[in-house]
């Protein structure tokens, strides 16, 4: 079992940034793959960064990005604090959306891109990037 937390949300301008953190309760925690999903008004939700977790492979951990935020987002995670961040720079009005922290227990060498392999989920922070 996982509860997760995210933070960090807010309102920002064009080409700012901002820092988004998934907190995580249970020992388990350090064994999942952690996704970050958003959804925009009207639109569906898409993972738009992931990792996996060091703690359970032996070729340590490896990430995903989505096109539209490779160069501009980073995951990384602490393994001590439980926490998986996401830091997000040169926003773009089109980040706007709810981003959700999700946890797939099972997928352990690649980053999954289907939504319904992430057994738990946050309740999402709003990022609004104002042009």
């Known amino acids: 079992q996982a509860h997760l937390v995210e933070s960090g949300g807010g309102l920002v301008q064009a080409g700012g940034s901002l820092r988004l953190s998934c907190a995580a309760s249970?020992?388990?925690?350090?064994?999942?793959?952690i996704g970050w999903f958003r959804q925009a008004p009207g639109k569906e939700r898409v993972l738009v960064a992931g990792i996996t977790s060091s703690a359970s492979t032996s070729s340590g951990s490896t990430t995903y990005y989505a096109d539209a935020v490779k160069g501009r987002f980073s995951i990384s995670r602490d393994y001590a604090k439980n926490t998986v961040s996401l830091q997000m720079d040169s926003l773009e009005p089109e980040d706007t959306a709810v981003y959700y922290c999700?946890?797939?227990?099972?997928?352990?060498?690649?980053?999954?891109?289907?939504?319904?392999?992430?057994?738990?989920w946050g309740r999402g922070t709003q990022v609004t990037v104002s042009a």
């Open positions: 249970g020992r388990t925690f350090k064994t999942y793959t």
């Open positions: 999700a946890a797939d227990r099972y997928s352990h060498n690649s980053v999954s891109r289907t939504e319904r392999d992430y057994a738990f």
